[in-house]
């Protein structure tokens, strides 16, 4: 098979080594230029060479990374799939690599591949992309369907700009659905597809209640405490099993019957290890409903006074950043105004909410989707067993510019697994899962040219 050995010859390796050796990091201003470079150097010849047409356009957000969109179009009356992928990656925290690895180097051991974006998400476009050259040059310079593709430069600063542009360029980017791929599968060794992502909201919270710290000898038993203030706040909000407490975040009518279905019997973990502990989050779900069908509220980040060198006074304040993971069943409108709610009732008007926002807006598709039975049909014939199906990610994906702006199904077919350490040092892909992938996707490609695809806006 062409793919296979597209794989076993190395050169697939090859490819990612060049775009992991560019920092393309866009959280940090001075690597720009190589975030420019990643499209122009990298994505430009390659797309170019497989017969597409590229042009490379500015953020319309002056401070963010640029955009690119390519199209090869053999024939309007054949179905328009519409890929994508992000070019940049989070920082590379070079100094928290163990000894022998670094993050803008690809560095294989057995099987894994070391390297910052190798799964997040470098490795996975590049995936896509290999198996496309496979069936072009096994049709003999055709494919049997159009390709339209968007790689933005943003992504992990929240995909800022991209939902705007693709606004307006829809025309552009018309198409009948949504092929991509990023996030993880629900297991390393089970290939999944999932029909969108959760959304990501953030918000500060702040207990503010004087200019200076007081005395804690003097003031101590006197002088409100806002970190012990702050404590019992987060704790109103969810309780010490993870239980969120602000019914108003939560789906009003708990999980939808065909994300129940979806998720009927799907595993999760990473494969070695189970982070989950059995008893946290809303009774009564499963652990895939938990985070693939249900909300979560985290904290992320917390502090009162100074940690790193304290003092003996009473903090003048507190605060916690936080975040909600949501499905598309809740309404992130009513987020802040619930909480605001909540937190009066309870005897706590003294915390403030800042700074409350969307950073990504969950989106999803029907699992039942006829685009999504295709896809999974086709993976299932190429690898030999079944794909799990799932309606969302659990993490966040721009899916909603697409279906908001051009109303296509959303088809994610991630290509990592949730030990690939993506946000911290150490991340690395799968040799084998990679293969596999690219077996699947070159499977997917060519099912699509075979005139079986579902009719044009079959959804």
């Given at each position: 098979m ?7 010859s ?6 990612l ?7 393309s990091?866009?959280q940090?201003?001075?690597f720009a ?14 797309l170019?060479r497989?017969g597409?047409?590229?042009a490379?356009h500015?953020n319309?957000?002056p401070?963010?990374?640029p ?5 090869r179009?053999?024939?309007p ?17 070079d100094e928290?690599?163990?000894e022998g690895?670094?993050?803008?180097r690809?560095?294989v051991?057995?099987?894994r591949w ?11 476009h590049?995936i ?8 072009i ?6 494919l049997?369907?159009n390709v339209r593709m968007?790689?933005?430069t ?5 995909s800022v ?11 552009a ?11 993880p ?8 597809i999932a029909?969108?992502?959760r959304?990501?909201y953030?918000?500060?919270l702040?207990?503010?209640l ?19 203030i ?7 909000i969810?309780?010490?099993?993870g ?14 019957a065909?994300?129940r279905a ?31 069908g249900w ?6 980040a917390m502090i009162s006074?100074?940690p790193?060198?304290?003092v003996?006074?009473?903090?003048p304040?507190a ?8 499905t598309?069943d809740?309404d992130?409108?009513?987020?802040a105004p619930?909480l605001?709610?909540?937190l ?5 008007p003294?915390?403030a ?13 029907n ?7 295709f896809a999974a049909e ?6 030999g ?8 990610m ?8 697409f ?7 959303l088809?994610?077919i ?8 993506q ?10 899962m ?5 077996i699947?996707?070159?499977g997917?490609?060519w099912d699509?040219g075979?005139?079986?695809a579902p ?5």
């Amino acid at each position: 098979m062409r793919a296979a050995g597209l794989f076993d010859s190395g050169t697939f390796r090859e490819r990612l080594a060049e775009l992991v050796a560019v920092p393309s990091t866009s959280q940090d201003a001075t690597f720009a230029p190589d975030v420019a470079r990643y499209l122009a150097a990298q994505m430009t010849p390659w797309l170019e060479r497989l017969g597409f047409t590229v042009a490379i356009h500015p953020n319309p957000e002056p401070a963010f990374g640029p955009i690119l969109v390519a199209e090869r179009i053999e024939d309007p009356a054949l179905p328009t799939v519409l890929t994508y992928g992000h070019g940049d990656t989070v920082r590379g925290l070079d100094e928290q690599w163990r000894e022998g690895l670094a993050p803008w180097r690809l560095t294989v051991e057995g099987d894994r591949w070391y390297g910052r974006g190798t799964a997040d998400n470098k490795g996975q476009h590049a995936i896509d992309l290999a198996a496309l050259e496979v069936v072009i040059a096994e049709r003999d310079g055709r494919l049997g369907f159009n390709v339209r593709m968007v790689i933005e430069t943003s992504e992990e600063c929240g995909s800022v700009g991209l939902h705007r542009f693709v606004g307006t360029h829809r025309d552009a980017l018309k198409a009948d659905v949504l092929i991509a791929s990023d996030g993880p599968r629900v297991r390393p060794d089970v290939p999944t597809i999932a029909a969108g992502s959760r959304g990501t909201y953030h918000f500060d919270l702040v207990c503010a209640l004087r200019p200076g710290g007081v005395h804690s000898g003097h003031w101590g038993g006197l002088a409100p405490d806002p970190a012990v203030i702050m404590a019992h706040a987060l704790a109103s909000i969810c309780d010490r099993h993870g239980r969120i407490l602000v019914r108003g975040w939560l789906p009003a009518g708990g999980v939808p019957a065909e994300v129940r279905a979806a998720l009927k019997d799907c595993p999760v973990g990473d494969g070695t290890t189970r982070a989950v502990g059995p008893e946290w989050g809303e009774p009564g779900l499963t652990d895939a409903e938990k985070i693939y069908g249900w909300n979560s509220f985290i904290v992320l980040a917390m502090i009162s006074g100074r940690p790193e060198n304290p003092v003996n006074a009473v903090a003048p304040d507190a605060r916690a950043h936080c975040q909600i993971r949501y499905t598309a069943d809740s309404d992130p409108a009513d987020f802040a105004p619930a909480l605001r709610r909540h937190l009066d009732e309870v005897g706590f008007p003294d915390v403030a909410i800042e700074n409350a926002g969307m950073r990504m807006a969950a989106s999803r598709t029907n699992p039942a989707s006829v685009w999504i039975r295709f896809a999974a049909e086709s993976f299932r014939r190429s690898l030999g067993r079944n794909v799990q199906v799932i309606p969302n990610m659990s993490g966040g994906l721009p899916g909603d510019a697409f279906v908001d702006h051009l109303d296509v199904p959303l088809v994610w077919i991630p290509h990592s697994y949730n030990g690939c350490s993506q946000h911290g040092p150490d991340e690395h892909m799968l040799a084998p899962m990679a293969r596999e992938a690219l077996i699947g996707f070159a499977g997917l490609w060519w099912d699509l040219g075979e005139g079986s695809a579902p009719p044009k806006k079959a959804d």
